[in-house]
């Protein structure tokens, strides 16, 4: 993937990093080898081995994961691949029998059970945080980095941060295409929770194109109402999780307080990112008409096939599916 050329001084990347991985893993790899660069010529650790300790020390500079070496697999490779899940887990269990409900052709019955999935898997991860139980954080980009994003874009990086247990930071990225530096959505969170989340984002991204397909035929709408459409979507399934917290509330143990936020996690992105700054984005007026059908549109969306199984083993998989009438 990359090596560091101490006589050199020089860093190399491989073409198949460069040319067939993402932005993300291929900036991994290359401060890996940045790392080892400062190890060997800051600190002057020419006789450590090579991940000894002013290398590690060099990592923690640079926010590097020592473990992208040579053999390293992008972990946007293994977030998707998944891995291994415990069959004997009662939370594991228990949410893949809620998601084989959800794809019933009731639509009643789908939307509670993927209510309940939810409140499983946030309730869990609530009592995890109450506990302070020791967590180990990653972070993947989602989305396509963009000289330009839609508000729609904003909206769904926010349902996401509010109701699935992942930080966002909007930050800058190669733009292949453009040839220009661009912005994308990066996502932290337990390894679990980014996984879901990443689901969580394409199911909604493909519903969002699959109903405005539909909706815009029958109406001859051009970009901008897209737009309207689109966040009126995730306003709409913002609802449907927002009933499903309300009951979590209700029915958490009274010595367990309702927390919004993990500290850790919240510590994890202030350690990556020293500055963060937020903004706000004003687009073109809205057509309260095209919002609120969206919204409606959003409240049947059923998130289906939460975990299901893969082999033996298992893996996370959020897929969409329209409930009962809808196409």
């Not at 927002?242 to 029915?251: L, W, Y």
């Not at 143990?253 to 936020?261: E, Q, W």
């Amino acid at each position: 993937m990359g090596s560091w050329h101490a006589a050199r001084r020089e860093i190399a990347l491989s073409q198949e990093l460069v040319s067939r991985h993402r932005w993300d893993d291929v900036k991994a790899v290359l401060l890996h080898e940045m790392a080892h660069q400062v190890a060997h010529e800051g600190l002057r650790a020419t006789a450590e081995t090579d991940h000894g300790a002013a290398f590690q020390r060099a990592c923690g500079w640079l926010r590097a994961d020592p473990a992208a070496a040579a053999n390293y697999r992008p972990l946007s490779e293994r977030l998707r691949q998944g891995d291994p899940l415990d069959t004997r887990d009662r939370i594991v269990v228990k949410v893949r029998k809620l998601m084989a409900l959800a794809e019933s052709s009731n639509a009643n019955e789908a939307t509670a059970a993927m209510r309940k999935a939810y409140e499983l898997i946030a309730r869990h991860n609530l009592e995890l945080i109450q506990k302070g139980a020791a967590q180990t954080y990653v972070s993947i980009f989602i989305g396509t980095p963009c000289l330009r994003h839609f508000r729609e874009a904003y909206h769904l990086a926010l349902l996401l941060q509010d109701f699935y247990f992942v930080q966002g930071v909007w930050i800058q990225a190669w733009v292949l295409d453009k040839g220009k530096m661009g912005r994308v959505l990066e996502i932290s969170g337990t390894r679990k929770n980014v996984q879901i989340a990443e689901y969580v984002h394409g199911a909604v991204s493909r519903y969002i194109d699959s109903a405005w397909t539909d909706y815009r035929r029958q109406k001859g709408l051009n970009r901008y109402r897209k737009t309207d459409f689109a966040v009126g979507i995730i306003e709409g399934f913002k609802s449907t999780l927002h009933m499903a917290a309300q009951c979590i509330r209700t029915n958490l143990p009274s010595d367990l307080p309702v927390a919004t936020a993990d500290p850790a996690l919240k510590g994890y992105v202030d350690r990556r990112y020293r500055r963060v700054r937020a903004f706000s984005r004003q687009g073109p007026g809205h057509d309260p008409r095209v919002f609120a059908d969206g919204t409606e549109t959003g409240k049947k969306l059923v998130i289906a096939k939460g975990i299901t199984q893969k082999g033996c083993a298992g893996d996370l998989r959020l897929e969409f599916k329209p409930t009962a009438g809808e196409n």
